[in-house]
């Protein structure tokens, strides 16, 4: 029977000290009333029991935060309460309504578990909000702001726009740019770009109608053409091979005129769209 009452008055306590305020003493009060109104048993000598353990633990723990440690990211010493404010800052991530996590707000993936909390934990606010801000993403596709999985993570592509197809661009692009920066070439292309120059085209070859299968450097890699918007085309397989490393002015025996127009009409466009 002690072992019950115990728990019950464990319980109580533990819900009037997280939510009340006060001294420890008055906490202590509070428990012994509303226990007395709960139960006509008198229960305070188990109360004060607990109590006696509680006082223990919160001096246990008033040290542990007076006590000094390192940040884990910048090494810089701070006292553990100090370093316990990341809670704060967390509560705040995730109560906040500018960010999209992965989807509308009751769409929130658990933050609890997340990659994001292993990192700013047991960090200063200053580390923590810079970590913080590495994951922040807009979304290539619908424009929303959004957390990322990880902080390497390159997609830019939330949750409501993950899609296979558009998953599979953006692997075809950072392949693209990493071939053109081992070779010392331009390599600006992005994702939104590439998506911006398919949509242009309907998704299709720009040499030919055909659909399209692969991207296309109008002035090849070969010749120190770069991989940006404004020298990558959609192309299919069999265009891409007639091409080859052919320069553009040596194309007008082998494509459409229409179809040549239309590409530098767009390649001209998109230069002059370019920020300076």
Known sequence: MRDIQKQIVEIAYSQIARTGKGTTDEVKQRAIEIMQSMIDTGLDDVLLEVHSKRVEWAKKTEEWLNSKAPCKECEEVYTCR???????????????????FYGEK??????????????IRDTCNKCAEKIYISYVRECDICGNKYHANRPDDKTNICQNCHNPI??????RVYQHIARAESLGRQATLTFKQWIGTLHTFGWKCAYCPDDFECIEHFLPISLKGGTSVDNCLPSCGSCNARKNDRHPDDLDRIFPAANLQRIRDYLASVTVAQPA
């Open 106 to 119: 009751d769409d929130i993936f658990d933050l609890r578990g997340s990659h994001i909390r292993s990192r």
């Open 166 to 171: 558009y998953m599979e661009e953006a692997k």
């Open 82 to 100: 100090q370093l316990k404010e990341w809670e704060d800052f967390y509560k705040s991530i995730i109560d906040s309504d500018t960010i999209k």
